[in-house]
């Protein structure tokens, strides 16, 4: 597990140094996913056409299988084993919440149900993220991730007191039947979906309101 503060730093640090090589190699691949304009926050005039919407950035094997997905996600399917496969998702919206600490707004709405159940987390500056193993569902596994960061402090977007907040949430759920062990999701598949979000991006981007 990532320590809060300097080593999710350096780890961030070095997987985007080494990212551009590994792409290369073919072992990561960088993925973009845009927010639907349906979801996006309202703005006032003079841009009161327009909603703003976040745009995120994230870096995925490329021995994930892509699927198809909705408007504002991404879905992988991932072999850990021969008899373990999980279904993974990357959603991203934009939030109007409190400004606040952004460690302390993953905490707040991503709970573990024991800390044990905590295998990652991390927070540099205005961004922070943290994933979860949930309790199990009928003999299967699902881990959730919620990376978030500040997208604008706008006045024409975020009220006083209000910040705009992207928010990357991550569910990887595993298929009914598969045998998958703490293995697979506590040494492999959490760390991951960790490594992504520590070194997620994310933009602000207008659309006409649907």
Partial sequence: MSLLGVAPVLVALAL???????TQRGVYATRTVTEPAASG????APLSDFVATSRARVIVP????????PAGQLRFLTTQNAA?????????????APSQDAAAYVAARLVPPTSRHLLDAGARGN???????????GGRV????????????????????????TEIRVSAVSRSGDECHSGTWREALGPTIGDSLAVARTGLRFARKP
């Fill in 142 to 165: 699902r881990l959730d991730a919620l990376w978030a960061g500040v997208l604008t402090k706008r006045s024409d977007i975020a009220p006083a007191g209000q910040t705009a907040w």
């Fill in 16 to 22: 985007a140094a080494s990212a551009p090589a590994a």
């Fill in 62 to 69: 490329t021995a994930w299988q892509r699927r198809s997905a």
């Fill in 41 to 44: 926050l309202a703005v006032t």
């Fill in 127 to 137: 961004r922070a993220f943290r994933v979860v193993r949930q309790a199990g569902i």
């Fill in 84 to 96: 373990c496969r999980y279904t993974v998702t990357y959603t991203v919206k934009s939030v109007l």
